[in-house]
């Protein structure tokens, strides 16, 4: 079974810009969680998608945003980029057994590089 | 708020030395605990999980962990290290809401460096 896929792995954008951000999910998997990991602040919680609709949602502000399209796949967006945006963006995605979550599984992640 | 702790930003061991890896966790209600390893430059790779049950876990490539419930604790061990568990080890809680655990809340990992 292939893994979690995250496309594109690099991007480089300047400030102002937006980004789109693709995640692929391990078939059959409904859940995407999406992360944000930077040296100063570690892994953050961004959004939770499940089934096209949010059900968690980190502390990070409204220029970052998500969407889940009915085959689970997954986009984030960040626009008017700012340099502290640079990061490694993780995607991961979760099956449910019984209305009950399992662990994640996460894919490779997506370098941003905010210049 | 729930918060996750690794007390410990750097370790370094010889390789065939046993190792532990330190998490506290704050958390009201039984938590869902995960370790997770990332290699350079790659995404997470779930070494074991805690849900319930028996609070001594076994994972892959050989560790485990155990949960203490009196001291919040979740401590990843290795009885022999490999050059190759050189990477950064992240300890996370899950929130479970509703059955979720698409929001996992991380420690600040510990780099882990083996010496030949």
């Known amino acids: 079974k292939a893994g979690v896929t995250q496309t594109p792995r690099y991007l480089i954008k300047t400030r102002g810009q937006q980004v789109t951000l693709s995640c692929s999910p391990i078939?059959?998997?409904?859940?995407v969680s999406w992360y944000q990991q930077t040296p100063g602040q570690g892994l953050q919680f961004l959004f939770e998608?499940?089934?096209?609709?949010?059900?968690n949602k980190g502390n990070f502000p409204g220029r970052f945003s998500g969407r889940q399209f009915s085959n689970s796949r997954s986009e984030m967006n960040v626009s008017t980029l700012e340099l502290g945006d640079s990061a490694l963006y993780l995607c991961?995605?979760?099956?449910?057994?019984?209305?009950?979550?399992?662990?994640?599984?996460f894919g490779p992640g997506t370098r941003l590089t905010v210049l | 708020a729930q918060s996750v702790t690794q007390p410990d930003i750097h370790i370094t061991v010889s390789e065939g030395a046993s190792l532990e890896l330190r998490c506290n966790y704050s958390?009201?209600?039984?938590?869902?605990l995960f370790w997770y390893v990332q290699s350079p430059g790659q995404g997470l790779q779930l070494l074991l999980k805690?849900?319930?049950?028996?609070?001594l876990v076994q994972g892959i490539k050989g560790f485990e962990a155990e949960f203490k419930r009196s001291q919040s604790s979740f401590n990843l061990r290795k009885p022999s290290v490999h050059w190759s568990d050189a990477a950064e080890y992240f300890c996370?809680?899950?929130?479970?809401?509703?059955?979720?655990?698409?929001?996992?809340?991380f420690g600040k990992g510990t780099k882990l460096s083996v010496k030949p």
């Open positions: 991961a995605s979760s099956f449910t057994v019984a209305g009950q979550d399992n662990e994640q599984f």
């Open positions: 078939s059959g998997h409904r859940s």
């Open positions: 998608y499940f089934s096209e609709t949010q059900r």
């Open positions: 958390y009201g209600a039984t938590p869902y």
């Open positions: 805690y849900f319930s049950g028996d609070t």
């Open positions: 996370a809680v899950g929130e479970g809401y509703g059955g979720s655990q698409g929001n996992l809340i």
